[in-house]
């Protein structure tokens, strides 16, 4: 039996020191949040991601009566992404919560399939935390052995 302590790699900080492009990123993200359709839990949540050729996708959450039928603002993102531009790497996303498990393993999943990093902001209020990889969100993903 071995035991194993894990240590996840972040950096906390606020909007006012990110670097342009982040702080692009962020912003973009908090917009796409004002165009959520969230009748039912009024929790406005927007996502921008940014891929290799620099082009930034946004999307928010989107509710539906039947719940399960509703789709998180990261998961809006990151399927447009690859549902449009196949081939083409996310590099970064911003969004305005902490995701949920379900878009953890996607963006795990997104990660693995570009074969590089993708750098997380996650924003709650003036606070931000960078993750330079999606494994410091979800270190035991499926298939993590
Ligand atoms: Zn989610």
Redesign the pocket.
Known sequence: MNRSILTIDYTETTKDLLDPLDAELLDKAARAADGAYAPYSRFLVGAALRLENGQVICGNNQENASFPAGI?A??TAVFYAHANFPETQIRAIAITAS??G??RQVLLESEKRAGVPIRVLLAAGDKVRIFQSVKDLLPFGFDSF
């Open positions: 998180c990261e998961r995701p949920c379900i878009c």
